[in-house]
């Protein structure tokens, strides 16, 4: 997934409400993230409830979305069967056409989610696998070191 928004408030991506990923978040709102820069031995890992962000917050980032990918999403039943490339290719025809002319709504059952973080944990590799994790919990976020 892509981080397309990150302030005090969480973390945020955008997704298909419909897809696998959306559905298993609508009856478990609960997930993590982890960022790894693993050249440099390094990750951070946020977790916490899921929300979904506002209508209003999604059609500001769809706005900034080139209108290909905003056709891509149209398109997109994301997580449902499809029979074959073609299939997907007639569907992104269809929706192309539809649109032609006219600015692209964002889809009924597309948006975002932000994960509020309750735990964050910074990683840093160190050797013989004696690592450094500091992590910090909410509502504080008072730091604290684990053995690794
Ligand atoms: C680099 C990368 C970035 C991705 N970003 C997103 C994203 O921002 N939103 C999204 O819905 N899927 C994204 N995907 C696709 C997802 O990994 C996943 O295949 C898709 O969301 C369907 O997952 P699901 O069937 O479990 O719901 C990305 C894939 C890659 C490789």
């Given at each position: 997934?892509?981080c397309k928004?990150l302030?005090?408030?969480?973390?945020v991506?955008y997704?298909?409400?419909?897809?696998?990923?959306?559905?298993?978040?609508?009856?478990?709102?609960?997930?993590?993230v982890?960022?790894?820069w693993?050249?440099?031995?390094?990750?951070?890992?946020?977790?916490?409830?899921?929300?979904?962000?506002?209508?209003?917050?999604?059609a500001?980032?769809?706005?900034l979305?080139?209108?290909?990918?905003?056709l891509?999403?149209?398109?997109?039943?994301?997580?449902?069967?499809?029979a074959?490339?073609?299939?997907?290719?007639?569907?992104?025809?269809?929706?192309?056409?539809?649109?032609?002319?006219?600015?692209?709504?964002?889809?009924?059952?597309?948006?975002?989610y932000?994960?509020?973080?309750?735990?964050?944990?910074?990683?840093?590799?160190?050797?013989?696998?004696v690592?450094?994790?500091?992590?910090?919990?909410?509502?504080?976020?008072?730091?604290?070191?684990?053995?690794?």
């Amino acid at each position: 997934m892509l981080c397309k928004g990150l302030d005090e408030r969480g973390v945020v991506f955008y997704t298909n409400y419909g897809s696998d990923k959306a559905r298993a978040l609508e009856a478990n709102p609960r997930a993590a993230v982890t960022f790894p820069w693993i050249a440099i031995h390094r990750q951070v890992h946020v977790r916490g409830a899921v929300t979904r962000v506002s209508p209003a917050e999604t059609a500001e980032y769809w706005a900034l979305r080139p209108r290909g990918s905003q056709l891509g999403a149209w398109a997109s039943d994301q997580s449902r069967p499809v029979a074959d490339r073609r299939a997907m290719a007639d569907r992104f025809a269809e929706v192309e056409a539809r649109f032609e002319g006219a600015d692209v709504p964002v889809p009924p059952e597309w948006g975002g989610y932000r994960i509020a973080p309750e735990v964050v944990e910074f990683w840093q590799g160190r050797e013989n696998r004696v690592h450094n994790r500091v992590r910090l919990v909410a509502p504080d976020f008072v730091p604290f070191r684990l053995q690794p």
